[in-house]
């Protein structure tokens, strides 16, 4: 029999990579812990309609990318669902569905976690990925717009990426929209015969898609193309140089970008997203986000403004290593049990137990073998102290190894909790000092 695989486009997240997704989503959530957003999780699969509705039927994430899940079973078959590709359209949902309009507004929430899409795989496009997304509900801006942007380029400095590049455009709303859609068609009509089919269906059916496609061989059209920023309305033109202006007031540098329209429908006026400086493509950008002012009615709430970001934490990852960035250690317990006596794993595995219900970490070797390998394999994985239970112990001592400085010391039983704890709070500070020996 083959031997099974990871689905392509997916991955294992390995000790190595997964302490890296933590250290991110540690800073994640304390970065939105300061600025006010509170978590909540929705599900990983929702009604497919909700994604169709609010991400919009003629978009790559719903035509293309859409994973679709059928239960396959009575009732359930009738039923339509679908893997997240994102989370903004299920959080909307759940805002609506849990009444959270009547809350003191903003409600500001959090969520990070695996999306899905059934993307072609390739270097930093994966079927399934991670998202570290926030969203404001019920603040029509222009300064939470400038302030959610700053938090996502918080993030990336204290994440340790060098260089990201902000590109920011407004893509106007119901009253200015039109009229630049009719220009946009204007402009490409002449050039149907030479679009790419899935292009020309989308010069019918929703011509500002063009702008985001993937095809090379659109890019010189695209560039030529009308802007958007000669068609905003006055009420728009005025929320986006709000925007700026409180941008600048954070010093947040950004790249005006009237091309950039995002690739799911539900935007309105402030649309922006991030690229390490220097990478143009697709799958380069780190994050993206924008208002979606019509969002939460077209999902049956009440009119309600709303703005968020979602930023890709694979893409970071790939981003950091490439920066060079040091990776963080994968976690090892501090101590570990071993004992003279192979067979009596019973005493190692009761210290142990005593240190860890004191709130040490530390582990028991409780393989069969001799003191020798137990120690060797301590040094290996990196344990700062191991705990040698020999002849001493009829004395109610054990030895106190100092793996790192290489020396060590009888101690009672009770003694080495306190020694113990005194070692590993010396470390967490940052001293680091061998049990203050
Ligand atoms: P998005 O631009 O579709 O926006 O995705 C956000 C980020 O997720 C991208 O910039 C990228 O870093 C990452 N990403 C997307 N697809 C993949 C993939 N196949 N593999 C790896 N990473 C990927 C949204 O999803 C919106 N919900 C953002 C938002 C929140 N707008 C308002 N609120």
């Not at 339509?80 to 009444?99: C, D, I, K, N, S």
């Not at 390490?276 to 380069?284: A, F, M, R, S, T």
Request: charged content about 25%; some cysteine; overall charge negative.
């Amino acid at each position: 029999m083959s031997r099974p695989q990871a689905p392509r486009g997916t991955r294992d997240l390995l000790p190595a990579e997964r302490t890296v997704f933590l250290r991110l989503e540690g800073i994640a959530r304390s970065l939105t812990d300061r600025y006010g957003y509170q978590p909540i999780e929705t599900p990983l699969f929702e009604q497919a309609e909700v994604f169709e509705r609010g991400v919009g039927a003629v978009t790559d994430v719903v035509e293309k990318e859409l994973f679709r899940v059928s239960a396959g079973r009575g009732e359930a078959e009738r039923e339509r669902w679908a893997l997240r590709p994102e989370p903004t359209a299920g959080m909307v949902r759940a805002y609506v569905q849990h009444g959270m309009q009547t809350l003191p507004q903003p409600v500001k929430l959090t969520l990070i976690g695996p999306m899905f899409r059934y993307d072609r795989p390739q270097a930093g496009r994966y079927r399934q990925f991670w998202q570290f997304d926030v969203e404001a509900f019920g603040d029509a801006g222009p300064a939470i717009d400038a302030e959610i942007i700053e938090l996502a380029m918080r993030f990336y400095a204290e994440a340790g990426l060098p260089a990201v590049e902000l590109r920011l455009n407004s893509i106007g709303d119901p009253a200015c929209r039109p009229g630049y859609i009719e220009a946009l068609r204007s402009y490409f009509a002449p050039h149907t015969e030479a679009l790419p089919e899935l292009e020309r269906a989308r010069l019918v059916t929703s011509p500002l898609r063009l702008l985001d496609s993937k095809e090379p061989a659109m890019a010189a059209l695209i560039a030529a193309a009308p802007s958007i920023t000669d068609h905003l309305c006055d009420a728009c033109a005025e929320h986006f140089a709000g925007v700026r202006a409180h941008l600048d007031a954070m010093s947040v540098t950004y790249r005006l970008e009237p091309r950039l329209v995002r690739g799911l429908d539900y935007y309105t006026r402030t649309t922006f997203e991030f690229f390490p400086v220097g990478h143009d493509g697709q799958q380069d950008a780190l994050g993206g986000g924008g208002r979606y002012d019509g969002l939460i009615e077209l999902l049956g709430g009440r009119p309600t403004p709303g703005i968020g970001f979602g930023l890709g934490l694979d893409r970071v990852i790939l981003a950091l290593a490439a920066a060079g960035v040091a990776a963080p250690d994968v976690a090892h317990v501090s101590s570990v049990v071993v004992g003279a006596d192979p067979a009596d794993t019973l005493t190692r595995l009761r210290i142990a137990t005593e240190l860890r219900a004191a709130g040490l970490s530390a582990r028991a070797d409780l393989g069969r073998r001799k003191l020798g390998k137990q120690l060797e394999s301590a040094a290996r994985e990196g344990a700062h102290f191991a705990v040698i239970c020999g002849d001493e112990l009829e004395a109610g001592q054990v030895l106190l190894r100092d793996l790192q400085a290489g020396t060590q010391r009888p101690v009672t039983v009770t003694e080495l909790t306190r020694e113990l704890a005194r070692s590993e709070a010396q470390h967490r500070h940052g001293a680091g000092g061998p049990g203050g020996r």
